[in-house]
Nanobody, 129 residues
Framework: EVQLVESGGGLVQSGGSVRLSCAASGFQFASYGMSWVRQAPAKGIEWVAGINNHGSVTVYADSVEGRATISRDNAKNTLYLQLNTLTTEDAGLYCC??????????????????????WGQGTQVTVSS
């Protein structure tokens, strides 16, 4: 059974940074691309960033390009997201999702395939202005 456990969120001041983690289990983590998505209150899921299975290819949404870094440690079965220069627009529930394949662009190329909600409990990021 696929299990994804996110952590690292919290209350952050505008302009600050956050580093999120996603501990994966129940599947061959090193074989699959992964993404971070977020969901703000009363809004749908927004794709944030994707990474291929080796960590050599990353893609970002325009809204976080230049401020975000997605990375992974396959030895630890863990996915990360570093997000800098936070604004109130970055607030929301952040979740990691597994791709059906090894590529980093899966959900970037198929935004309509995004799940309607997070698979795990997610980690909440709140940004104070």
């Amino acid at each position: 059974e696929v299990q994804l456990v996110e952590s690292g969120g919290g209350l952050v001041q505008s302009g600050g940074s956050v580093r999120l983690s996603c501990a994966a289990s129940g599947f061959q983590f090193a074989s699959y691309g992964m993404s971070w998505v977020r969901q703000a209150p009363a809004k749908g899921i927004e794709w944030v960033a994707g990474i291929n299975n080796h960590g050599s290819v990353t893609v970002y949404a325009d809204s976080v390009e230049g401020r975000a870094t997605i990375s992974r440690d396959n030895a630890k079965n863990t996915l990360y997201l570093q997000l800098n220069t936070l604004t109130t627009e970055d607030a929301g529930l952040y979740c990691c999702i597994k791709h059906p394949d090894s590529l980093g662009r899966y959900y970037y190329d198929r935004p309509l395939s995004l799940p309607s909600r997070c698979w795990g409990q997610g980690t909440q990021v709140t940004v104070s202005s």
